[in-house]
């Protein structure tokens, strides 16, 4: 147990490091975004929102170490800034993940229910519905995509974003941190993670293929411990902690939000007005396939969690 004095210099640190970071990472992006360069903004971005992420992290479970009036509206400026950057990063992988699902989908095309089953009029026309769905996929996603990298090329540029930018850079040479013992601190968030653990329904997810994750309306708890891990991992970076135990069960939780987001995507291209029976269809296999995928994640969590519990 380091001294009060001592906590209060890791957390300093951990935050003027990471504020370093994003600014770092700021310079990169204007450089590469100057020079054309995609590959090196698209990275510094990603750059940006991890220091983000992490100042926000210790800014919420280190709370009573600072300053709140500066802290809070700091941290909720970061979260602002963070989601905005992750949406083009996500459209593309949930593109990505979507069409790969697509084209195994596309490798086993069985007929269309309903049809008739003779000269191989079910084969080419679950195909041709398999192909129409992943265009559809394709054209909504790269919209979106399209639409959350203009929001973000316009945030950075905006106002509001430059004086995100002045707050971090001060906080990279100042944190007004008071002093606390961020041991304690680091303690309630793992307990709050243990808390949300055993709220889940882990006795089901257990049970391979137990039909609980077919469907949407249950995520959002799950969703949550996602968030109270990566709480928990940012503060064992502050206080040194060891948190590899349970990097299997995180991944479990990315796979499993990753999942849960493709299956609603699918879910909403199969809203399209007017689509053939055959697209729909093929978008509701894609569903259905995703939110199995969501079961297996919570099966994997399970175990993983169970094979490295943190104590409450």
Same mark, same amino acid.
Do not use: K
């Given at each position: 147990?380091?001294?009060?004095?001592?906590?209060?210099?890791?957390?300093?640190?951990?935050?003027?490091?990471?504020?370093?970071?994003?600014?770092?990472?700021?310079?990169?992006?204007?450089?590469?975004?100057?020079?054309?360069?995609?590959?090196?903004?698209?990275?510094?971005?990603?750059?940006?929102?991890?220091?983000? *992420?992490?100042?926000?992290?210790?800014?919420?479970?280190?709370?009573?170490?600072?300053?709140?009036?500066?802290?809070?509206?700091? *941290?909720?400026?970061?979260?602002?800034?963070?989601?905005?950057?992750?949406?083009?990063?996500a459209c593309a992988a949930r593109l990505s993940r979507l069409l790969e699902a697509m084209e195994r989908l596309g490798a086993a095309t069985g007929p269309v229910p309903g049809q008739r089953e003779e000269a191989g009029a079910p084969s080419r026309e679950s195909a041709l519905g398999v192909a129409r769905a992943a265009a559809l996929l394709d054209r909504q996603l790269t919209l979106a995509r399209t639409r959350a990298h203009s929001a973000a090329l316009q945030a950075l540029g905006s106002s509001r974003f430059h004086a995100l930018a002045d707050a971090v850079a001060l906080l990279a040479s100042d944190a007004p941190?008071?002093?606390?013992?961020?041991?304690?601190?680091?303690?309630?968030?793992?307990?709050?993670?243990?808390?949300?653990?055993?709220?889940?329904?882990?006795?089901?997810?257990?049970?391979?293929?137990?039909?609980?994750?077919?469907?949407?309306?249950?995520?959002?708890?799950?969703?949550?411990? *996602?968030?109270?891990?990566?709480?928990?991992?940012?503060?064992?970076?502050?206080?040194?902690?060891?948190?590899?135990?349970?990097?299997?069960?995180?991944?479990?939780?990315?796979?499993?939000?990753?999942?849960?987001?493709?299956?609603?995507?699918?879910?909403?291209?199969?809203?399209?007005?007017?689509?053939?029976?055959?697209?729909?269809?093929?978008?509701?296999?894609?569903?259905?396939?995703?939110?199995?995928?969501?079961?297996?994640?919570?099966?994997?969590?399970?175990?993983?969690?169970?094979?490295?519990?943190?104590?409450?």
């Amino acid at each position: 147990m380091t001294g009060v004095g001592n906590g209060q210099a890791l957390l300093a640190g951990h935050l003027h490091t990471h504020a370093a970071e994003f600014l770092r990472a700021l310079r990169r992006h204007r450089e590469g975004s100057d020079a054309t360069d995609p590959v090196q903004a698209a990275r510094s971005t990603l750059d940006m929102r991890r220091a983000a *992420r992490r100042i926000g992290g210790a800014l919420h479970t280190f709370r009573p170490m600072t300053d709140q009036t500066w802290g809070d509206p700091l *941290r909720a400026e970061l979260a602002w800034l963070s989601g905005l950057l992750a949406r083009e990063h996500a459209c593309a992988a949930r593109l990505s993940r979507l069409l790969e699902a697509m084209e195994r989908l596309g490798a086993a095309t069985g007929p269309v229910p309903g049809q008739r089953e003779e000269a191989g009029a079910p084969s080419r026309e679950s195909a041709l519905g398999v192909a129409r769905a992943a265009a559809l996929l394709d054209r909504q996603l790269t919209l979106a995509r399209t639409r959350a990298h203009s929001a973000a090329l316009q945030a950075l540029g905006s106002s509001r974003f430059h004086a995100l930018a002045d707050a971090v850079a001060l906080l990279a040479s100042d944190a007004p941190v008071v002093p606390g013992d961020p041991y304690e601190h680091a303690a309630r968030a793992t307990h709050r993670l243990a808390e949300a653990v055993a709220a889940l329904p882990l006795g089901l997810a257990g049970r391979p293929y137990n039909a609980q994750a077919v469907h949407e309306g249950q995520d959002s708890p799950w969703h949550h411990v *996602r968030l109270l891990l990566r709480l928990h991992r940012y503060a064992a970076e502050v206080t040194g902690g060891d948190t590899s135990a349970l990097a299997d069960a995180g991944r479990a939780l990315d796979r499993h939000r990753d999942a849960a987001e493709a299956a609603s995507a699918a879910a909403a291209a199969a809203r399209t007005a007017r689509i053939a029976p055959a697209t729909a269809y093929a978008l509701g296999v894609l569903h259905s396939s995703q939110r199995h995928e969501v079961e297996a994640a919570r099966f994997a969590f399970q175990r993983q969690w169970r094979q490295a519990v943190v104590p409450g």
